[in-house]
């Protein structure tokens, strides 16, 4: 097998089709793609199967505009295909249209197979990346996934056109027999369009066409409304049940808001916002709807206006649900006004910030226009997975591990595993993602507190499930506490527009996403192996006056060589490094700090241990460090953010 040469991006050389005979004695001709990215350095572009076996085309002509016609024939008729190509020195674009008599085709394209950018091409399936366990890395594959080949920095990206196949396949349906199923009318119809793309930046640049190639067929109009950026600081938000002892004084008969709110301070570092549910499973025990049970609960709605602006006094969201499903109204015979009447008249009424879809994964957009006619700056959230279209009305969403099973009863908690990537965090870093596991305890709490933390998403706190109640541990709390923080203090990076989901690592059990926004890189790290990650963690390109920072363990991250970035990544579990300005100076006695420049505008945070803290003005003079017993942690702060720290070892 050829190796394909050596190009530099402005060596590369054109795509070229061509037809070409076979080397059958019966004089067949194909259509033939040749390029230095194939192996051997040309092969079938298309193939055909009908009534299951292949056909070749009876007659290959070409036409003007870089187009070809093919004609199959099969047991049920004639079918004429047209191929378009565009050829270009970093990409090949292609097209297939089918016109003849009604059947179904399936066609595939064999050069795809034999693409290779060096003498280590490996291929990257974003629909089959499996770990060693032989577990999916990817959590949810239901569109058209990319391929992309690497060798070093050199990567061809092969993308679809996501409105022609609709549904998921197999990316090994595109390179071998039998292929993408697709259907033959009297009409011509486009049933595949397809390109190639070439890069020189590797897999941070391949992923990066792969997302800019998914995000051209969405409107992302919502998303830049400066009335709806307040829900890209949602971190940790609450379901709650206002009947239970979270929130309702059962003694007093009232809701109890600053008691709620304290103790998610104390165990989880606090909420940023909170659902209240007070409907199911009440309803439909008599005729009152989902919108006259808000009028029953203690206090009314007044009372309940009251906790909306309590909570938002101390920086918490308030969000109701829409439950569509209750019809309570026409079963009863009663008339009742169009439910996104209702919801937007209940959103004013307590002063709602956002709406939780129940049992949805998407809303018409007479509810969008209906709510921003009486309160604009409201939110929606959708319980089920948000697809397609509806992305760009629902700005947020569960990530939720299906809990039912028919057989184990409505408790039954799925199993959690790791680290299982969601791509569209990636490809969408401004859809807001909670990952929630209803019924999960123990060792799938964990996990799934885990998975949020890795793949940079929120998470939902649901203790009291309409009566069942089960509470985090201390040991639980204290995990989802401390990855809260670290994705508080570093927001910018958590919400940069262009994440890398698994970064090459230098571990075969170590796995890393990369997050990078304003001054700030991030990445996460989840070691699956049962013994702990220590030395070289990956390598990466450091920017010039920035340090690392080992934000999990609290502590200096070192470079090694000036390309690899070590580290410690504990059992089985998560960690996190961050790539922050050097801003904070600090003498050579570790005796005396400074800041290399600031705006006035930010404060310092220094560490006394027993969790007491002493804030300094910021200053670009020297200032004395308080005396302290032990390691020091200095913190340059803009409100709840680090803009930059650095961390003193203790002195034996």
């Given at each position: 097998m050829a190796r394909p040469p050596t190009l530099e991006s402005n060596q590369v050389q054109p795509w070229r089709v061509g037809i070409r005979p076979t080397s059958s004695e019966i004089g067949e001709t194909y259509l033939a793609v040749s390029s230095p990215f194939l192996d051997d350095g040309e092969a079938w572009l298309c193939r055909f199967v009908a009534d299951g076996k292949p056909i070749s085309p009876t007659l290959v002509n070409a036409l003007e505009n870089n187009a070809y016609q093919l004609v199959l024939r099969t047991s049920s008729g004639d079918v004429t295909v047209e191929i378009t190509v565009e050829t270009h020195s970093d990409r090949f674009v292609w097209s297939i249209t089918l016109r003849g008599t009604d059947q179904r085709i399936q066609l595939y394209f064999p050069f795809l197979r034999r693409l290779s950018v060096g003498p280590h091409t490996r291929w990257i399936d974003l629909f089959s990346l499996e770990n060693q366990q032989g577990n999916p890395l990817l959590r949810y594959r239901n569109y058209q996934a990319p391929l992309v080949t690497t060798d070093g920095n050199r990567a061809l990206v092969v993308l679809q056109d996501g409105s022609m196949l609709g549904n998921a396949y197999t990316p090994a349906c595109l390179m071998d027999s039998p292929g993408l199923e697709a259907n033959v009318?009297?009409?011509?119809?486009?049933?595949?369009?397809?390109?190639?793309?070439?890069?020189?930046g590797g897999w941070r640049a391949a992923f990066g066409l792969v997302r800019t190639h998914l995000r051209q067929y969405l409107d992302l109009t919502e998303y830049a409304r400066e009335d709806l950026k307040w829900y890209n600081e949602q971190l940790v938000q609450h379901f709650t049940?206002?009947?239970?002892?979270?929130?309702?004084?059962?003694e007093h008969g009232v809701f109890d808001v600053d008691r709620f709110l304290d103790e998610g301070e104390q165990d989880f570092g606090g909420y940023d916002?909170?659902?209240?549910?007070?409907?199911?499973?009440?309803?439909?025990?008599?005729?009152?709807?989902?919108?006259?049970?808000y009028d029953d609960m203690p206090g009314g709605r007044p009372a309940l206006r009251a906790m909306s602006a309590r909570a938002r006094s101390r920086g918490v969201r308030f969000f109701v649900p829409y439950l569509p499903w209750e019809r309570s109204h026409e079963l009863h015979g009663h008339a009742g006004a169009l439910d996104e009447e209702e919801l937007s008249r209940l959103i004013v009424d307590l002063e709602a910030d956002g709406v939780f879809l129940d049992t949805l994964g998407m809303i018409t957009p007479q509810f969008r226009q209906a709510i921003d006619r009486h309160k604009p700056g409201v939110v929606f959230c959708s319980e089920l997975r948000t697809q397609g279209k509806a992305l760009e009305i629902v700005t947020g969403c569960w990530e939720q591990s299906y809990t039912r099973d028919g057989m184990q009863g409505n408790w039954s908690a799925a199993p959690e595993s790791m680290p299982m990537v969601d791509l569209w965090r990636f490809v969408l870093p401004e859809h807001r993602l909670f990952v929630i596991?209803?019924?999960?305890?123990?060792?799938?709490?964990?996990?799934?507190?885990?998975?949020?933390?890795?793949?940079?998403?929120?998470?939902?706190?649901?203790?009291?499930?309409?009566?069942?109640?089960?509470?985090?541990?201390?040991?639980?709390?204290?995990?989802?506490?401390?990855?809260?923080?670290?994705?508080?203090?570093?927001?910018d990076a958590l919400n940069g527009d262009s994440p890398t989901p698994l970064v090459e690592t230098l571990h075969p059990d170590l796995f890393a996403n990369e997050f990078a926004g304003g001054t700030q890189r991030m990445w996460t790290f989840y070691n699956q192996a049962k013994s702990a990650v220590i030395g070289p963690l990956l390598h990466f390109t450091p920017r010039p006056d920035h340090h690392m920072v080992d934000v999990w363990h609290r502590c200096t991250a070192q470079v090694i060589g000036e390309v690899t970035l070590t580290g410690k990544i504990d059992p089985i579990g998560v960690g996190c490094i961050v790539e922050y300005p050097a801003i904070i100076e600090v003498d050579a006695k570790n005796t005396n700090f400074r800041l290399r420049k600031s705006d006035g505008n930010e404060f310092v945070l220094i560490d006394k241990g027993g969790g007491e803290t002493e804030t300094f003005a910021p200053s670009t003079h020297w200032?004395?460090?308080?005396?302290?017993?032990?390691?020091?942690?200095i913190r340059l702060?803009?409100?709840?953010?680090?803009?930059d720290q650095i961390h003193i070892l203790a002195e034996n």
């Open positions: 009318g009297s009409e011509p119809r486009t049933v595949y369009q397809g390109q190639i793309l070439f890069t020189t049940f206002l009947y239970g002892r979270e929130i309702l004084d059962l916002g909170f659902l209240i549910w007070g409907g199911y499973p009440r309803v439909g025990i008599d005729e009152r709807t989902q919108w006259e049970f596991n209803r019924h999960a305890m123990a060792d799938d709490r964990i996990r799934i507190t885990q998975r949020a933390f890795f793949n940079g998403m929120g998470w939902v706190v649901w203790m009291d499930i309409f009566g069942l109640t089960l509470p985090y541990t201390p040991y639980e709390a204290a995990l989802l506490k401390k990855c809260r923080t670290i994705f508080r203090e570093n927001l200032m004395p460090l308080p005396a302290v017993r032990g390691a020091q942690h702060m803009r409100g709840r953010r680090v803009l």
